[in-house]
């Protein structure tokens, strides 16, 4: 069975960059969310990223138009039942995640393959919670999503033979390039890439260094296309401090636990980019 009508769930920064890269390869998407007020942010989401791509002259408004118009946006679930695939990418709250499946199980045809898009939950989990968790798969992609290459496909014990690979087929066909990588928090990016982010801010709260030495130091020494703490912010710092909480959880290493900045600064609803002010922003 080919994907050709996707389903993406919650269009918040990682929802809507996802609906655009599947729009963009041609693929009828139907975006849900919960209520009118996070649709219009959605669909705002989905008008700024083509926006800035038609101001750049790399969209044609022809083309824009045919992407957004592929494009399908409801708060109703039920709009799903038909898709081939649906792709998860609501708050990284396992509760809401293994509801959702839940409900999504409930509602979609029996072939329709279920994905989640979670940084560092487990995959199990959430399939568990399923009549059909030989079709729930991890399909991790990472922000900015139009332009991140990656795609994590994330198999179970028991995910269906030849899925995998079914996703990572598609996943070249969106023009990124998978990575199959097993059930673990964090997966391999964030189980690599959150502790360094993580020791960042311990540098930061122990006065070794300065907020902008730190970034400047890992772009010019290690050419990073950003330091740490502006890629914090752009990940969302809610997200970071859910992420090593898991990865904690997992490993019980005292490097996992999440800098206590961290959890100030989200207790503060400081949460990066997505609020308008993280460790920069406002200033
Ligand atoms: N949405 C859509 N397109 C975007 C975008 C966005 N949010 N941000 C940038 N772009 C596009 C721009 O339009 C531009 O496209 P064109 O080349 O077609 O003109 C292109 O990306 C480059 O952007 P800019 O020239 O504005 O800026 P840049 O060269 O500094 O690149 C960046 C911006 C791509 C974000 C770059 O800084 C970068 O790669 N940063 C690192 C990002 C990263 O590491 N992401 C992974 C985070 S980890 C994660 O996501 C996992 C998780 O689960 C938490």
Do not use: W
């Not at 799903?80 to 509602?107: G, H, N, S, T």
């Not at 329709?112 to 919670?129: E, F, G, R, Y």
């Not at 997200?239 to 909480?245: A, K, P």
């Not at 898991?246 to 999440?258: C, I, Q, Y």
């Amino acid at each position: 069975m080919a994907f050709e009508k996707v389903g993406v769930v919650g269009l918040g920064t990682m929802g809507a960059g996802i609906a655009e890269v599947f729009a963009r390869a041609g693929i009828r998407v139907i975006g849900v969310e919960a209520d009118p007020e996070a649709l219009a942010r959605g669909r705002g989401h989905l008008e700024r990223s083509t926006g800035r791509a038609l101001d750049k002259g790399r969209l044609s408004a022809e083309e824009r138009a045919a992407i957004l118009g592929r494009i399908t946006l409801t708060t109703a679930r039920e709009d799903l039942a038909d898709a081939d695939l649906v792709v998860e990418a609501i708050p990284e709250i396992l509760e809401y995640k293994i509801a959702l499946f839940a409900d999504l199980d409930r509602i979609c045809k029996p072939d329709t393959v279920l994905a989640t898009n979670t940084s560092s939950l487990s995959v199990t989990a959430v399939a568990a919670a399923t009549g059909r968790p030989g079709r729930v798969i991890g399909m991790h992609f990472f922000n900015p999503a139009p332009v991140m290459k990656l795609v994590e496909v994330v198999g179970t014990v028991m995910t269906d033979e030849g899925l995998p690979e079914r996703i990572a087929e598609l996943s070249r066909a969106l023009g990124k390039t998978p990575v199959v990588v097993g059930d673990r928090a964090g997966f391999v990016v964030n189980r690599l890439l959150l502790p360094y982010l993580n020791q960042a801010a311990m540098l930061l709260e122990r006065g070794v260094a300065a907020r902008d030495d730190v970034d400047t130091a890992m772009r010019k020494g290690v050419g990073l296309p950003m330091g740490p703490f502006a890629l914090l912010d752009l990940i969302g710092l809610d997200t970071s401090y859910e992420v090593m909480g898991v990865l904690f959880d997992e490993t019980r290493s005292p490097r996992h636990a999440p800098a206590p900045v961290l959890r100030e600064l989200v207790t503060a609803g400081l949460l990066g980019r997505k609020s308008g002010r993280g460790f920069h922003g406002e200033e």
